[in-house]
């Protein structure tokens, strides 16, 4: 079965923090990735896509992700953390015809300013 | 645009009792999904809709719980009777078809709270 893991659950930064976050799959098959970002009190957004092409993807709020396939990665990384990236962060990961998607358990960020 | 509709926010009842939760998806947008988000978990795919008809709803205890969309638009969750471990947020999301695949887009949920 399909599995999505997120490797830490509760991180804590500084501002101007360097942030990775990582995230690894299990499937086979060909495979969309996201990660989705959940401010407090608000609901889940899209905070960036790949589907194919460059495996640099970059998103919103200068969040980019790299997609290694070799190691079934999907790692989320910015260079410089600000306290409104506080967050929950999830990474998902989407197959079949209408992607279904399959989510880590989330990370819970905490910036300190 | 206005994005995905959800209500009630939150309900708050008693095991055995029945509950429904509503969604308006975003205009144009075929397919819907309903999650549920335990605390401290991912969200968990329930069922799945492309316009008024099931795509997926291998996950979906159909003991108890229920879903439909019968005109293709909005779409309704039912439980009943709850159970205490159904206490969880429900999502529901829509997608549209984007640079040849699904991309997801999630309402506020209702948190659900079995008593």
């Known amino acids: 079965a399909q599995s999505v893991s997120q490797h830490n659950h509760h991180v804590i930064l500084s501002e101007a923090a360097s942030l990775e976050l990582g995230c690894n799959y299990s499937?086979?098959?060909?495979?969309?990735l996201f990660w989705y970002v959940q401010y407090p009190g608000q609901h889940l957004q899209l905070l960036l896509k790949?589907?194919?092409?460059?495996?640099l993807v970059k998103g919103i709020k200068g969040f980019e992700a790299e997609f290694i396939k070799s190691k079934f990665s999907f790692n989320l990384r910015k260079p410089s953390v600000q306290w409104s990236d506080t967050a929950e962060y999830f990474c998902?990961?989407?197959?079949?015809?209408?992607?279904?998607?399959?989510f880590g358990a989330g990370t819970r960020l905490a910036v300190h300013p | 645009e206005a994005g995905v509709a959800q209500s009630p926010r939150y309900k708050i009842i008693e095991k055995r009792q029945s509950v429904a939760f509503w969604c308006n998806p975003i205009?144009?947008?075929?397919?819907l999904y309903w999650y549920q988000q335990i605390l401290g978990q991912g969200p968990k795919l329930l069922i799945q809709?492309?316009?008024?008809?099931?795509?997926?709803d291998s996950q979906l205890p159909k003991d108890r719980f229920s879903a439909e969309r019968l005109k293709g638009v909005d779409s309704t969750l039912k439980i009943q009777p709850a159970k205490l471990e159904d206490s969880a947020v429900y999502l529901c999301?829509?997608?549209?078809?984007?640079?040849?695949?699904?991309?997801?887009?999630f309402g506020p949920g209702t948190r659900l709270t079995v008593l």
């Open positions: 999301a829509s997608s549209s078809l984007s640079g040849g695949a699904y991309t997801q887009y």
């Open positions: 499937y086979g098959g060909t495979v969309n």
């Open positions: 790949y589907f194919s092409g460059d495996p």
């Open positions: 998902a990961v989407g197959s079949g015809g209408y992607n279904k998607l399959i």
């Open positions: 205009s144009g947008h075929a397919t």
């Open positions: 809709f492309q316009n008024n008809g099931v795509v997926d």
